[in-house]
């Protein structure tokens, strides 16, 4: 299993200062995770509040110029918003600068209210998402100059740069969460998958998961050579009391945060169980993970081998966790449970990008 953490924060002023301190915190948290060996890290797209980053390229650039190993990742970048050219350009160039370190997550976004704001019509969010991957992966893989007819992006004599250091591509992890469509064209696409664990119950979660492999074989990729990416909060401290207290506080002002940042968009598709869930009955479902390190060791192995999670994403600093804590939290996880997890490490980047079966 790799780790890593996925900040998809919010920015309270009270809490973390200026914006340039506010950033500048994060980038020192980042050069701790390259000590500590954590293996990625990914940072959100959202345009909203302070919520996330407008432009993730722009930080994880910051990262790729103080650091050596840790990989970067987008969690997620929202291509129905953005025109496929500036996106394959912005990330193909990050891969360059961080010499191979891109792992670029995609999706649609679960906040409509960004759809309102930035005119794209909510109704051509599936279809503008597929497009621009196909676009993304075109530009990314053949010989300019190229051409691409959708229904929504319409490019004659294009020729991409720069080419991504990774070949035949950057990884790619789409996003899905409840809909089986979601998980079924992540598969056909011979994509890796991200998902939340912090949404549906387990059980569904497990059911996608499993479809998707299914899928992955019936398009004829291996799903050994795919990485299962799941995501959720956690908060580690040396007793297990502490740690649910905090974690339940900071986990659930997240959840009351982007329930209330969607509320008055035309259409909301935030599930109304944020508006009133607390971390601390996630977590007894083992669906966030705040815990002392004994006790995350534990579930995070068990949560590995029941779903099948390949990579871990854990966000850390969200709810308006001070920032001290989030240091402690980040370093005892990184002595104490991370080792433990890396031990039956089977990193699969190598053969992420794998052609299909019938092609070998």
């Not at 990625?40 to 190993?69: D, L, Q």
């Not at 530009?139 to 004599?157: C, K, L, M, Q, R």
């Not at 992955?216 to 956690?234: K, N, S, Y």
């Amino acid at each position: 299993m790799r780790v890593g953490v996925c900040y998809n924060v919010e920015y309270h002023p009270d809490i973390h200062k200026s914006p340039s301190h506010y950033y500048g915190q994060i980038l020192d948290q980042v050069d701790l995770m390259e000590e500590l060996g954590y293996d990625t890290v990914w940072f959100s797209e959202h345009h909203c509040a302070g919520y996330s980053f407008g432009n993730p390229a722009v930080i994880a650039a910051a990262v790729a110029a103080r650091t050596k190993r840790i990989r970067i990742g987008t969690g997620v970048s929202l291509l129905p918003l953005h025109h496929p050219i500036l996106l394959a350009e912005q990330y193909g160039m990050l891969d360059v600068l961080s010499n191979g370190r891109l792992e670029y997550g995609v999706g649609r976004g679960y906040l409509m209210q960004e759809y309102d704001w930035l005119k794209v019509p909510i109704d051509e969010s599936h279809s503008r998402y597929r497009e621009a991957a196909e676009f993304i992966i075109k530009a990314w893989t053949e010989p300019g100059p190229i051409s691409f007819h959708g229904e929504h992006f319409d490019v004659d004599n294009y020729s991409y740069f720069p080419q991504p250091v990774q070949r035949p591509h950057p990884p790619i992890y789409a996003s899905a969460a409840g809909t089986q469509a979601s998980f079924e064209w992540a598969a056909a696409m011979g994509l890796n998958l991200g998902t939340a664990l912090f949404g549906p119950p387990l059980e569904m979660i497990r059911d996608n998961v499993q479809l998707y492999r299914r899928e992955l074989r019936a398009h004829g990729f291996d799903p050994a050579t795919r990485e299962v990416c799941a995501i959720t909060q956690m908060y580690c401290a040396e007793d297990q009391d502490e740690a649910e207290y905090d974690g339940d506080i900071f986990s659930t002002n997240y959840y009351r945060f982007f329930a209330q940042v969607d509320a008055s968009a035309r259409v909301s598709t935030v599930p109304s169980m944020f508006e009133e869930v607390r971390g601390r009955d996630l977590n007894k479902d083992n669906r966030v993970l705040l815990g002392n390190p004994e006790n995350l060791r534990t579930r995070i192995s068990d949560l590995r081998d029941d779903i099948g999670i390949d990579l871990l994403l854990m966000e850390v600093a969200q709810g308006g966790a001070p920032t001290e804590k989030v240091f402690s939290a980040l370093e005892l996880f990184g002595k104490e449970v991370l080792p433990h997890l890396q031990a039956t490490n089977h990193t699969k980047n190598e053969a992420l990008n794998d052609e299909p079966l019938a092609a070998q």
